[in-house]
Nanobody
Framework: QVQLVESGGGLVQPGGSLRLSCAAS????????ISWYRQAPGKQRELVAV???????NYAESVKGRFTISRDNAKNTVYLQMNSLKPEDTAVYYC?????????WGQGTQVTVSS
């Protein structure tokens, strides 16, 4: 069983920054790709960024150059550094661990970008 716990959300002004954390239990974390998704009110959940076990990353076009995903395997934690935030980044952000036969989600953390 894997548990994912997100933290770091909050209210920030446009142009500001936040760093989200996704803390995981279980040794499988270190061999798994971890993704960040987000879901805004009335919209479908969308993929924001992914980091594989080797550290390779991919990003949605809408966040490239502004967001950075990273991982610290010693702490079983994945981070999402979000800079130059825009109102359209407002959403609940979720982390996900998807592997062979397993699919775990965190409970989500709210990010609100507003002046």
């Amino acid at each position: 069983q894997v548990q994912l716990v997100e933290s770091g959300g909050g209210l920030v002004q446009p142009g500001g920054s936040l760093r989200l954390s996704c803390a995981a239990s279980g040794s499988i974390f270190r061999i798994s790709a971890i993704s960040w998704y987000r879901q805004a009110p009335g919209k479908q959940r969308e993929l924001v960024a992914v980091i594989d076990a080797g550290g390779s990353t991919n990003y949605a076009e809408s966040v490239k150059g502004r967001f950075t995903i990273s991982r610290d395997n010693a702490k079983n934690t994945v981070y999402l550094q979000m800079n130059s935030l825009k109102p359209e980044d407002t959403a609940v952000y979720y982390c996900r661990l998807l592997g062979a036969g397993i699919d775990y989600w965190g409970q989500g953390t709210q990010v609100t970008v507003s002046s």
